[in-house]
């Protein structure tokens, strides 16, 4: 089996997983490159993961640009908001399964990778002010509701998600929650969408708009 130096190539790999710190240290917790502070994003090497954002068209395509791509959101660039909406728009999850789950291999988390920068980018751009957190909501949010109203076709945990809409308090989402609620409520028990988000839309809707269920 190939390494994913040989399935890349050096330099893509370098420019992807090889960092060093301040005092020129090799980084090995990943996590350390996506949450640094503003000031140690390597701005140099931005443009070049852009250019690593490429349209998918076979699955073992998917790979560089969507690692490009999680560690353009983490550094709060648009340009993986961009290129995420291209992705659901396309509707990449056809191609096959990019991202197995690692205990029920048969569904795919592509999307909720996608959730997940999502996130990461929009914590970068609202602890670096208020004005570029409200302006990375107001950017999030033609995306994040094209990925909850998959909730309708492809199986996918959305939980993470609708705690940080509840915990910032983004009552723009209620119309696509309700929607994803009723589709929802009309599954079987053992769908696992409904067994894994309903709960979270439920109590979320109670919270906010309770006369929602009278009105059933």
């Known amino acids: 089996m190939s390494s994913l130096q040989e399935l890349m190539g050096q330099e893509i790999y370098d420019l992807l997983y090889t960092h060093y710190d301040r005092d020129g240290c090799l980084v090995d917790d990943m996590d350390d490159i996506f949450y640094c502070e503003n000031e140690e994003i390597p701005q140099e090497r931005i443009p070049k993961l852009e250019a690593l954002l490429k349209p998918i068209h076979d699955p073992k395509d998917s790979l560089i640009p969507l690692e490009a791509c999680r560690f353009l959101a983490a550094w709060g660039s648009e340009r993986a908001i961009d290129y995420y909406e291209y992705c659901v728009d396309y509707r990449i999850d056809k191609l096959g399964n990019l991202e197995p789950h690692r205990l029920h291999a048969f569904y795919d988390t592509t999307y909720e990778g996608f959730i997940s920068s999502v996130r990461h980018y929009y914590a970068r751009c609202a602890d670096t002010s208020f004005s570029q957190g409200e302006y990375a909501r107001k950017r999030i949010f033609p995306l994040t509701t094209k990925i909850l109203l998959?909730?309708?076709?492809?199986?996918?945990?959305v939980t993470f998600f609708i705690q940080l809409v509840s915990h910032e308090g983004w009552k723009e989402y209620l119309p696509t929650l309700k929607?994803?609620?009723l589709y929802?409520?009309?599954q079987s028990d053992d769908d696992l969408n409904k067994q894994w988000n309903i709960d979270a839309i439920r109590n979320l809707i109670l919270e906010w708009e309770p006369e929602f269920f009278s009105s059933e």
């Open 184 to 186: 929802l409520d009309k």
């Open 150 to 157: 998959l909730l309708c076709e492809v199986t996918l945990d």
């Open 179 to 181: 929607k994803c609620f």
